[in-house]
């Protein structure tokens, strides 16, 4: 089993380009997460989806979108990308939807210029 | 607001002794609290989990208490070697999947031989 898998690993994007970050899992887990880590500031969770064909809004959703793709997949969108969102980006699993046992990808390190 | 407080310095321990960690929390009755360890450049692992309605907690060389008059979590390594140097996080949740969990910032151990 893979786990968690996250592409692209690294990305340069310019102010107001978009992309999408793709993110999928082989572990039949229900729920999905994206985060953002930022120095000091700790985990932040952007969106979730709780089970397929459900996503909610986390602790910073501004700027991005999401999809529940299949249950596999989950993908962030930022559409007009800002300085403000460079970061480290991860992508988490569980089983179930009260975020116990999270299970994490290896990140995408996105920077902004 | 809810907030998470862990050591914001780096732990600097010999080889063998036995390193604490402290998650402090304000504003927030937690159902259980997860501890996780991320190295550099990579995703978090979750390592234990304990519940409201227990003490202490064992795995291995890894022992977590959670006092929750105290709003406090601490995290032990015992018999501490170079190879457990790493980022500790400590993330308390909530009951349901509406109780977003939340990640402390980390505390960086550094095992010294």
């Known amino acids: 089993n893979a786990g968690v898998t996250q592409t692209p690993k690294f990305q340069v994007l310019k102010t107001g380009q978009s992309m999408t970050l793709q993110c999928a899992q082989d572990m039949n887990h229900n729920s999905m997460y994206w985060y953002r880590q930022d120095p000091g500031m700790g985990l932040r969770l952007i969106y979730y989806?709780?089970?397929?064909?459900?996503?909610d809004k986390g602790e910073v959703p501004n700027g991005y979108n999401v999809s529940r793709l299949n249950k596999r997949e989950f993908s962030l969108r930022l559409e007009s990308a800002a300085p403000s969102q460079t970061s480290v980006y991860f992508c988490?699993?569980?089983?179930?939807?009260?975020?116990?046992?999270?299970?994490f990808g290896p990140g995408t390190r996105l920077l902004v210029l | 607001s809810q907030k998470i407080e862990q050591n914001s310095e780096a732990l600097n321990i010999q080889e063998g002794k036995t390193a604490t960690l402290t998650c402090n929390y304000t504003?927030?009755?937690?159902?259980?609290l997860q501890w996780y360890r991320q190295d550099p450049g990579r995703g978090p692992v979750f390592l234990l989990l304990i519940r409201e309605n227990e003490k202490e907690k064992r795995k291995e060389r890894l022992k977590v208490t959670f006092d929750t008059t105290l709003k406090q979590s601490l995290f032990h390594i015992t018999a501490s070697q170079p190879a457990d140097s790493a980022t500790y996080l400590c993330a308390p949740g909530g009951y349901s999947s509406a109780s977003k969990i939340i990640f402390g910032s980390g505390t960086r151990l550094s095992i010294r031989p």
């Open positions: 989806s709780a089970s397929e064909g459900t996503t």
């Open positions: 504003n927030y009755s937690p159902a259980y």
């Open positions: 988490a699993s569980s089983e179930a939807g009260n975020q116990e046992t999270q299970y």
